[in-house]
Structure formats: C-alpha cells, structure tokens
C-alpha cells in the first residue's frame, strides 16, 4: 500500500498586536490580530524532521511586531507586505497566507478609547506571482424588528415551526469581498462603502427568507462597488421567540421576546458578478 504526505501548511496563528501612534493632537489605535499560514517544499520536515526549510512560527511573529515598526496603514496593505515578505526570502516558500482581523476603537478623548463593534477583516495570500486580496466585516450585529416573514417552507412529520408574517430577524454578520484587483487602492473607502451597502441592503429588505436578505446584502453590494468580484456571507439566524405570557392571564402583542444562542440556523452563500473568475473555496 502506497502511502504519501497529502497537503499541508503551518504558522503562527493569533499574533496580537496594538499600535499606537503618539501624534501631539490625539493618539491613534491600530489593534490587530495576525494569523500567517505558510505551504511550499516542506515534506522533509514531516517526514524525516529535517528542519531547514522551515522558518520558525516564532520568527512570523516577530516579523509582524518589526514590521509593525514601520507603521501599519491599512491591512490589506500590511498584509500584503507580510505575504510577499514570507515568500520572497524563504526559498522553500511558495505560498504565504496572512489574515487580519482588526478591532475598532472610538476615540473619545485625547488618549481614551471605546470599543467598537463589528470587526474589519482582510485575508492576502500570496504564491510568487500573484496576490489575492479579500476584504470583510466579522460580529456585525444587525437586526430588524418587524418587515421580516418565514412561511410556504416544506414541511414533515418532525416539523413544529410555526409560519409567521412578522417576526424579528437578527444575525451576526460574517461578509468576506474578494478585489477584482490586488492593486493598491483605497481600502479603507472600499471596506467603509461596502459595508454601508451591506447594511442598508438588510435594512431594506422586506425579508421572506434569510437567504433572501443574503442576496439581497451581496447584490447591492457588488452593485455599488465595481472594484469587487465576489461577495461571501455568514448569517447565523439569533432567533428571537415571542414569549407566551397567557399563564400570566397576560397579552404579548409582539413586544416581550426570548433571545436564543443556540441552537440556531447558520445561512451561509456567494452572490458573483458575472464574467468574474472563480476563486474556489481556496479564500474563505
């Protein structure tokens, strides 16, 4: 029986790092979290521990930290340094995979900060001769309290669910966009208009499926924002249940709710621009 090493990658996952740059009018707080992932010719280390083609997981870490030195801009840019970096100078290195989830402060003082919601998000991989760059938003929390129905759905022996035509409709938002071009350009005004679109597209459905909410987000999207060729979404269902207030001899007109965490329902699609090449599953 013929056995071989199938695919395979390593690296640093979660380096955190927090930037501050100490401008005399008001500080700024660039707080990350850095995870590289590195694949190339690395079958001798699995197979007869020969380590001379691998560049430490310690050693990406402490590039993202002097890298950092330099100034961090926006992360897609940083990313992208990173990315090159890795492949660039390891020989044995071919592809370099490096995500960034970015938390948001709010200053509210010269040097004082509030935590926002909502986490921006980037992933740039890297094989030597192109980039693919994908931008996103994590933990959005949205929710409608009315304009949103489920009904018509196939239904069997075990099904209990009752139709509505209104209800609550909320999730925690994950959207990942992937650029038409890894070209520099203005990603901050990409990621802040993209992700305007997504809101107002889920706040201005008249929802009669989440999965019709989903299309909706990443149409709109796609629509405003020419410079993207695809749009892949995440949208946990955080149910809220109508609670039955009846042994209390007590109405509820639809204003007193039980908020789940689990179990719930996970709807997860791609909306893709026509002519738009595919990328696979390879970025999300």
Known sequence: MDIRL???QYGKAETRLVRVDRGEDRHEVTDLNVTTTLSGDLAATHLTGDNAGVLPTDTQKNTVYAFARDGVGQIESFASRLARHFVDTTPTIHRARVRIEQYSWERVAHHSFIRNSGTRTTTVTYDGTAATVV???DDLVVMNTTGSEF?????????????TSDRILATAVRADWRHASADDTDWHESHR???????????GTHSLSLQQTLYAMGEQVL?????????RLSLPNKHHFLVDLSPFELDN?????????RPYGLIEGTVVRDGAPDAGLAWW
Do not use: M
Request: proline letters at 4%; glycine letters at 8%; aromatic letters at 10%.
């Open 223 to 231: 629509r405003q924002r020419p410079e993207l060729a695809e749009v």
């Open 193 to 203: 208009e993209a992700t305007r679109h997504l809101i107002e597209a889920f706040a």
């Open 135 to 137: 931008s996103g938003v």
């Open 253 to 261: 007109p639809g204003e007193v709710f039980f908020a789940a965490d």
């Open 6 to 8: 199938g695919a395979n």
């Open 151 to 163: 009904h018509g759905f196939h239904k069997d022996e075990y099904t209990t669910l009752k139709e």
